[in-house]
């Protein structure tokens, strides 16, 4: 379908007055970009390419930084850039690094002159930044690549001799593949254990470039990055507080389309919908006297000063890709991801390697997501799979397939809503880690636990309706959630606070928010297995001896096996609107589409119509399959 759908917009002619350039690997930057005297960079192109205009790349690797001068005018007179249909195209970061000599052992070296990384060395470059932790060693944002794969940084050149695996690492035998590096002011050397290949007959790449699709100011708009397989970035850590720099990201700007490309391989994240750095760059790290929070706060109103609003920021669009091998996030964004829609993407070994960790790290991480939809994606071996953190305000989390993350699904963090989570499969082992209030849960299958507390520490900012306006500050006290017609998998846990300074509650089902300060709404709920309810949740419904769901992956479909009892039919369940959720305490606002539009809940997670008088309970609008193909 993906195929289909880039061979028609490639034969659709292109607006009146427009130009199409070409590129190939058997270009040259003097040829003019003509279908038959094609460039040969995309960069070449990038610079004739004027509002309106397409870029077309043809089958082969290119190995460059593409930096776009400018963008599109509108939505409708934008910049192209795709990949010719029917042909692989490859952007790299990396280049092939040629010259490796025996050392000892399974060991090989190869040492670099300076001059070999035109100004910018990734192996002298350590990552840093706010809420980045380095676990007592130093990391650099370059890479080595065997054949494809990438190896993992040694912490000494001992370690690599002798190589161990790696605590924590979601792959025990890849970890063992190992590199370690040292520079003096004149040459890099790196040193790579290869287990007895030998890499001047193997394909061995290392990372030279910072980024491989990413302009170098903001504002430029309207782009349009389709149908690439882009890889290999030496990204440095994308804090909230600084500008963040993905293997392609959008660099504080409106109106991009990144679609049906393979992202992957990018030392901290793959995409980025963030913010510049004139409102701030790790500014905490470089002023600790103040607390985190209090900087976020201020790079906010920097933010606003500076034009942060859906006039000038946001209004993405990235879907249908595949993101996979980033040590941060899949897709991360401060404030840019604004009125965006990410749906319909492929999200993967996000943090596998786990050599280092911070408070910035999930298949999708975004500080910001005011009026975002995020739909239809599949999120997995991810660690976390979506953090929606700081000001989550009239977003929707719909029908997103997540499993296999091993901290949690979904953390929603000091946000005071509305924010809308349903028709989604949380099947992890712990499900919600839920630090905010205000949020509204419906039609969703939880298989894990779930996790609520206040956060009585931290001041954060609520906005006006669908806007980037300031509404107010406040402290998340919890509660004023509303539970419809969910599933909720469980064990018996005995309700108990783990201590007496520590509010934060564990378990099964709804009891978790009962001692929240405000009150919560729960009603048409599924309680199996010995899950419990919310304590004012009327005729819930217990059922027993129900087999756990369970994941099965067959090439690129997924089956989810959930035998389904009859007896579900007899949940209290009504339609879900934006009527019978009603508005938010602090924000004093309804649920509704991101658009603003009356909401209704009478689609359920594959799409199909809903029984509106009484809809069955989970994602799922009926319950005759044991068996269900989810992605």
């Known amino acids: 379908m993906r195929t289909y759908l880039g061979l028609l917009l490639f034969l659709m002619p292109p607006p009146a007055g427009a130009s199409e350039y070409h590129v190939a690997t058997n270009g040259n930057d003097d040829n003019s970009g003509a279908r038959h005297t094609p460039l040969r960079t995309i960069s ?38 795709q990949a010719a249909p029917g042909e692989e195209v490859w952007i790299k970061g990396s280049e092939i690094a040629r010259g490796w000599k025996p050392f000892r052992g399974d060991v090989w070296v190869l040492t670099l002159p300076k001059s070999y990384f035109h100004g910018y060395n990734p192996y002298t470059d350590r990552i840093a930044g706010d ?44 970890s063992t593949w190992v590199w370690f590096t040292s520079s003096d002011e004149n040459s890099t050397t790196i040193y790579a254990n290869f287990h007895g290949k030998d890499p001047n007959k193997e394909t061995v790449e290392i990372n030279v470039r910072d980024s491989v699709f990413y302009p170098d100011h903001p504002g430029i708009n309207y782009l349009t990055v389709r149908g690439f397989h882009m890889s290999h970035a030496a990204t440095q850590w994308a804090a ?19 679609e049906n490309n393979i992202i992957s391989d990018s030392k901290c994240s793959c995409v980025t919908l963030g913010k510049d750095r004139a409102t701030g760059h790790n500014v905490w790290m470089n002023n600790p ?3 985190g929070a209090t900087h976020y706060n201020e790079v906010i109103l920097r933010a606003l000063h500076a034009g942060w609003s859906r006039e000038n920021i946001g209004s993405h669009i990235v879907r249908n890709n595949t993101i996979f091998n980033c040590e941060q ?38 500080h910001g997501a005011i009026d975002v939809l995020i739909a239809n994606n599949r999120i ?46 949380f099947l992890s082992p712990v499900s919600l880690l839920d630090m905010s209030e205000g949020g509204a849960y419906a039609h969703n299958l939880f298989g894990g636990k779930l996790v609520s507390r206040p956060e009585l520490r931290r001041w954060t900012p609520y906005h006006r309706p669908h806007s980037t306006a300031l509404a107010g500050v406040t402290l998340t006290n919890g509660g004023d959630d509303r539970f419809y017609n969910n599933i909720f998998f469980g064990h018996p846990v005995k309700p108990a606070l783990r201590g007496p300074d520590d509010l934060t509650m564990s378990g099964y089902g709804l009891w978790v928010y009962n001692p929240r300060a405000y009150p919560s709404t729960a009603a048409g709920n599924v309680y199996l297995n010995g899950a419990l309810p919310y304590m004012s949740e009327s005729n819930p419904l217990h ?43 602090i924000a004093e606002t309804g649920y509704t589409e991101p658009s603003g539009n009356p909401l209704s809940i009478d689609k359920d997670y594959l799409g199909k119509p809903r029984v509106t008088a009484k809809p069955f309970p989970g994602p799922f609008a009926s319950g005759t399959d044991a068996k269900i193909r989810v992605w």
């Open 131 to 174: 809420w980045f932790t380095d676990r007592g060693r130093p990391h650099h944002t370059g890479e080595v690549y065997l054949n494809g794969k990438a190896l993992l940084e040694a912490a000494t050149l001992e370690r690599t001799l002798h190589p161990e695996p790696f605590p924590g690492a979601r792959d025990q035998e890849a």
């Open 44 to 81: 070449a192109a990038a610079r004739l390419a004027h509002p309106g205009d397409t870029i077309t790349i043809h089958t082969g690797v290119y190995r460059e930084r593409v930096t776009p001068p400018r963008g599109g005018s509108s939505n409708t007179s934008r910049i192209t850039y």
């Open 240 to 258: 909230p507080t600084a500008e963040q720099i993905g293997l392609i990201g959008t660099h504080w700007s409106k109106g991009w389309i990144i």
């Open 543 to 585: 059922l027993n001896n129900v087999p756990d769901p369970g994941i099965e992956e067959t090439g690129n479909e997924v089956h989810l096996r959930f035998p389904i009892d009859p007896a579900l039919r007899n949940a209290a369940t009504q339609l879900v609107t934006s009527a019978l959720l009603g508005t938010t305490v």
């Open 329 to 366: 996030a899949g897709i991360a964004g401060s404030m840019g991801a604004v009125f965006s829609r990410i749906t319909g993407n492929h999200i993967y070994n996000i943090w596998a390697k786990r050599q280092f960790t911070g408070a910035e790290m999930a298949g999708i991480k975004l």
């Open 380 to 425: 997995h071996n991810a660690g976390r799979g979506l953090w929606m953190d700081w000001m989550a305000q009239g977003t929707r989390i719909s029908s997103n397939l997540l499993y296999d993350n091993t901290t949690d699904d979904l953390f929603v963090e000091v946000n005071h809503g509305p924010f809308l989570i349903d028709n989604n499969l």
């Open 289 to 291: 006297k103040k607390d």
